[in-house]
């Protein structure tokens, strides 16, 4: 017969309501979102809602960036409205997904220098949504980017 | 495939390194200990091949590990210590079968989960900047960004070298070897199995910990190197007091002067919390202060930790940008702490006791004129330090059950403790202070005590992942640790 005593009892305790609280919190809900989405792969995942615990705060970011990175070349410049979308864009996952092709945002200081000073050989790309302020793909021949309400359109080949 | 090869070589080699120094470890625990070391010795030839411009490509990379490799061969084996076999084998496989599950729990998260976090996509873009543009001060990160140190980044940069899809996969190995250390440094301790099982399992299913396991940013790195660090001091420390081997003392030294170092080359605000062990070092040495105390530890101890944050200082220094102010003050730190050991070195300084207490006290108030006269800015000083009050109070609540640990101290006696478990303590006491201090003295998040209450206790989602929660984990596994060494409870767990 095993004897204990209440400090053994406490750490014990410790020990199960840490599980309970690491099970009901991380683990259960993180094995679900896993075996829901088993076979996607990374970009998907990027545009899911996330586990409970982290959620994604970027998903609609990340559905534009990808579709960019899907018709743009890794050598390409891209010029990006301004950093303040409808849903809070974020330029670290513009820059995250689009890397190692070059990105500029409306309103920095130095866009208008990227966008004249370009070399010839360098395919530059726009990326807008209605109401932007940049109107960059003003007039010319856009390609909607899914269903993201966003646009690319080519500046210059 | 390539990036087994090149790890295996390295781990190897760190790994006779640890056969060859590092008598007192167990042989898992020089495994996890290798591991940790292959880390740091890989972002220090990723710097260093950045810094002088060479993109580290696959080859170069296997090259210099096997460089290595060869020359840790000509090290000898030293035996390691044993653990005795038998006893509490039901504790045992308890222990192996959940730290176990849950860590091949958080290699399929890091496997499976892209980086999405926000600090840890910044982390992502330097690694692909490291690797791709071999800079340092690449265009597209924020300033304070740049200025962060480059641990993480340098690793990301190396897994994107060899092509690896999942940059996660660091931190499960991380909390792994976190718990390998912590459950052999506890059996080193207490001797006793149950103990060492029944407290690792207290760390390893702390669910903040686990998470972070999964996590990509730099707190659970900096747990894992800061807290072992002090274990390691810890017994260092015992080392000096009980008169060991000169070579123990300063393998001891070099190994938690290395991790601690390394915390603050994740986080450079590490070099502030390190300022805790090296008091109380300054301290013992001093108390401790007789014909035959040799200093070769002691200097072994500064010229680790100092290494990896002043390559980092010197390498700001030869970038072209404005430095963030809160960096500056921490690598003036930084100089202080040279100032210190050069003086210990070369000038053959004898710091007394009463000196320490002094120069302890003096520190104190130069913070509080420091504060009132730098830390003016939107929020009043008082204000801020009642928020950093109670952030240090409340941060607690996020590690759940584990900080209960703390009622075993009403019913120790303290006073009756030995001076080794009372620095142990002070340690502690003093870490909570730093902490405070630290963030007394930077802006607050949110201008209100009421936000954070609101923050903690309505809405926690918001203060879980702040950066102070965060950081007090490099404070619980010491805590666990200085719980397990007390003598009721060693009492209550041996003698039932």
Same mark, same amino acid.
């Given at each position: 017969?095993?004897?204990?005593?209440?400090?053994?009892?406490?750490?014990?305790?410790?020990?199960?309501?840490?599980?309970?609280?690491?099970?009901?919190?991380?683990?259960?809900?993180?094995?679900?979102?896993?075996?829901?989405?088993?076979?996607?792969? #990374?970009?998907?995942?990027? +545009?899911?809602?996330?586990?409970?615990?982290?959620?994604? *705060?970027? %998903?609609?970011?990340? $559905? =534009?960036?990808?579709?960019?990175?899907?018709?743009?070349?890794?050598?390409?410049?891209?010029?990006? #409205?301004?950093?303040?979308? +409808?849903?809070?864009?974020?330029?670290?996952?513009?820059? *995250?997904? %689009?890397?190692?092709? $070059? =990105?500029?945002?409306?309103?920095?200081?130095?866009?208008?220098?990227?966008?004249?000073?370009?070399?010839?050989?360098?395919?530059?790309?726009?990326?807008?949504?209605?109401?932007?302020?940049?109107?960059?793909?003003?007039?010319?021949?856009?390609?909607?980017?899914?269903?993201?309400?966003?646009?690319?359109?080519?500046?210059?080949? | 495939?390539?990036?087994?090869?090149?790890?295996?070589?390295?781990?190897?080699?760190?790994?006779?390194?640890?056969?060859?120094?590092?008598?007192?470890?167990?042989?898992?625990?020089?495994?996890?200990?290798?591991?940790?070391?292959?880390?740091?010795?890989?972002?220090?030839?990723?710097?260093?091949?950045?810094?002088?411009?060479?993109?580290?490509?696959?080859?170069?990379?296997?090259?210099?590990?096997?460089?290595?490799?060869?020359?840790?061969?000509?090290?000898?084996?030293?035996?390691?210590?044993?653990?005795?076999?038998?006893?509490?084998?039901?504790?045992?496989?308890?222990?192996?079968?959940?730290?176990?599950?849950?860590?091949?729990?958080?290699?399929?998260?890091?496997?499976?989960?892209?980086?999405?976090?926000?600090?840890?996509?910044?982390?992502?873009?330097?690694?692909?900047?490291?690797?791709?543009?071999?800079?340092?001060?690449?265009?597209?990160?924020?300033?304070?960004?740049?200025?962060?140190?480059?641990?993480?980044?340098?690793?990301?940069?190396?897994?994107?070298?060899?092509?690896?899809?999942?940059?996660?996969?660091?931190?499960?190995?991380?909390?792994?070897?976190?718990?390998?250390?912590?459950?052999?440094?506890?059996?080193?301790?207490?001797?006793?199995?149950?103990?060492?099982?029944?407290?690792?399992?207290?760390?390893?299913?702390?669910?903040?910990?686990?998470?972070?396991?999964?996590?990509?940013?730099?707190?659970?790195?900096?747990?894992?190197?800061?807290?072992?660090?002090?274990?390691?001091?810890?017994?260092?420390?015992?080392?000096?007091?009980?008169?060991?081997?000169?070579?123990?003392?300063?393998?001891?030294?070099?190994?938690?002067?290395?991790?601690?170092?390394?915390?603050?080359?994740?986080?450079?605000?590490?070099?502030?919390?390190?300022?805790?062990?090296?008091?109380?070092?300054?301290?013992?040495?001093?108390?401790?202060?007789?014909?035959?105390?040799?200093?070769?530890?002691?200097?072994?101890?500064?010229?680790?930790?100092?290494?990896?944050?002043?390559?980092?200082?010197?390498?700001?220094?030869?970038?072209?940008?404005?430095?963030?102010?809160?960096?500056?003050?921490?690598?003036?730190?930084?100089?202080?702490?040279?100032?210190?050991?050069?003086?210990?070195?070369?000038?053959?300084?004898?710091?007394?006791?009463?000196?320490?207490?002094?120069?302890?006290?003096?520190?104190?108030?130069?913070?509080?004129?420091?504060?009132?006269?730098?830390?003016?800015?939107?929020?009043?000083?008082?204000?801020?330090?009642?928020?950093?009050?109670?952030?240090?109070?409340?941060?607690?609540?996020?590690?759940?059950?584990?900080?209960?640990?703390?009622?075993?101290?009403?019913?120790?006696?303290?006073?009756?403790?030995?001076?080794?478990?009372?620095?142990?303590?002070?340690?502690?006491?003093?870490?909570?202070?730093?902490?405070?201090?630290?963030?007394?003295?930077?802006?607050?998040?949110?201008?209100?005590?009421?936000?954070?209450?609101?923050?903690?206790?309505?809405?926690?989602?918001?203060?879980?992942?702040?950066?102070?929660?965060?950081?007090?984990?490099?404070?619980?596994?010491?805590?666990?640790?200085?719980?397990?060494?007390?003598?009721?409870?060693?009492?209550?767990?041996?003698?039932?």
């Amino acid at each position: 017969m095993i004897k204990r005593n209440w400090v053994e009892y406490t750490i014990l305790g410790i020990i199960v309501f840490n599980i309970f609280v690491l099970a009901y919190v991380f683990l259960i809900p993180r094995a679900q979102f896993m075996i829901d989405h088993w076979e996607w792969g #990374p970009e998907a995942l990027m +545009e899911t809602p996330g586990a409970m615990d982290t959620p994604n *705060q970027y %998903l609609k970011t990340y $559905k =534009v960036a990808n579709q960019v990175r899907k018709v743009t070349k890794e050598d390409s410049i891209i010029l990006m #409205p301004t950093d303040n979308w +409808e849903f809070g864009s974020n330029r670290s996952v513009v820059i *995250q997904r %689009l890397f190692p092709r $070059k =990105v500029y945002f409306f309103g920095d200081e130095d866009f208008y220098d990227h966008k004249n000073s370009v070399g010839s050989k360098t395919t530059v790309y726009a990326v807008a949504f209605s109401g932007d302020g940049a109107n960059l793909c003003f007039e010319r021949d856009i390609e909607s980017l899914d269903e993201t309400k966003f646009v690319l359109c080519k500046l210059k080949n | 495939m390539m990036i087994w090869v090149d790890f295996a070589l390295l781990w190897y080699a760190s790994f006779r390194v640890c056969l060859n120094g590092c008598e007192w470890a167990f042989k898992w625990e020089k495994l996890a200990l290798a591991f940790l070391l292959t880390l740091s010795f890989k972002s220090l030839f990723l710097f260093f091949l950045i810094r002088f411009g060479i993109q580290p490509e696959v080859d170069i990379q296997i090259g210099l590990s096997i460089l290595v490799f060869m020359f840790t061969l000509f090290l000898t084996a030293r035996p390691s210590i044993e653990e005795e076999s038998g006893g509490e084998r039901g504790f045992v496989w308890l222990t192996l079968f959940g730290v176990g599950g849950l860590f091949i729990f958080s290699m399929l998260n890091a496997w499976f989960f892209p980086i999405t976090e926000s600090d840890a996509i910044w982390y992502h873009i330097r690694g692909m900047s490291f690797f791709n543009e071999i800079r340092f001060d690449s265009d597209w990160v924020p300033l304070q960004l740049k200025q962060y140190p480059p641990f993480i980044p340098l690793l990301f940069a190396y897994l994107i070298a060899f092509e690896v899809g999942f940059l996660k996969i660091i931190f499960p190995l991380l909390y792994l070897c976190l718990n390998i250390i912590f459950y052999s440094r506890v059996l080193s301790l207490t001797k006793t199995k149950k103990m060492a099982c029944l407290f690792t399992m207290v760390l390893a299913t702390t669910p903040y910990f686990w998470w972070h396991g999964v996590l990509p940013f730099l707190d659970m790195t900096t747990a894992v190197f800061y807290s072992t660090g002090i274990l390691y001091w810890y017994f260092w420390i015992k080392t000096k007091i009980e008169s060991s081997s000169l070579n123990e003392k300063s393998s001891y030294a070099l190994v938690s002067g290395l991790l601690l170092g390394l915390a603050a080359w994740t986080r450079i605000e590490f070099i502030l919390y390190d300022l805790v062990p090296i008091i109380l070092t300054i301290y013992i040495f001093s108390r401790y202060q007789d014909k035959t105390t040799n200093l070769k530890s002691l200097r072994v101890f500064f010229f680790s930790l100092l290494l990896f944050p002043s390559i980092w200082f010197l390498n700001l220094l030869t970038l072209e940008m404005n430095l963030w102010s809160q960096i500056e003050m921490v690598g003036g730190v930084c100089i202080f702490l040279w100032v210190l050991v050069l003086g210990l070195e070369f000038r053959q300084w004898r710091i007394s006791e009463s000196s320490v207490f002094l120069a302890f006290a003096i520190s104190v108030i130069g913070y509080f004129v420091l504060l009132l006269i730098v830390g003016i800015g939107p929020v009043p000083v008082w204000k801020k330090i009642v928020i950093s009050l109670y952030r240090t109070s409340a941060v607690h609540i996020f590690y759940l059950f584990t900080s209960s640990l703390a009622i075993f101290l009403f019913f120790e006696k303290l006073k009756e403790l030995s001076e080794l478990k009372k620095i142990l303590g002070c340690f502690l006491i003093l870490f909570l202070f730093t902490r405070l201090a630290i963030f007394a003295y930077a802006n607050p998040k949110w201008p209100t005590l009421g936000r954070f209450v609101y923050a903690t206790f309505i809405q926690p989602g918001n203060s879980v992942n702040l950066s102070d929660t965060r950081g007090m984990m490099s404070f619980y596994p010491v805590f666990i640790f200085f719980i397990s060494s007390l003598p009721f409870v060693r009492q209550r767990l041996i003698n039932d």
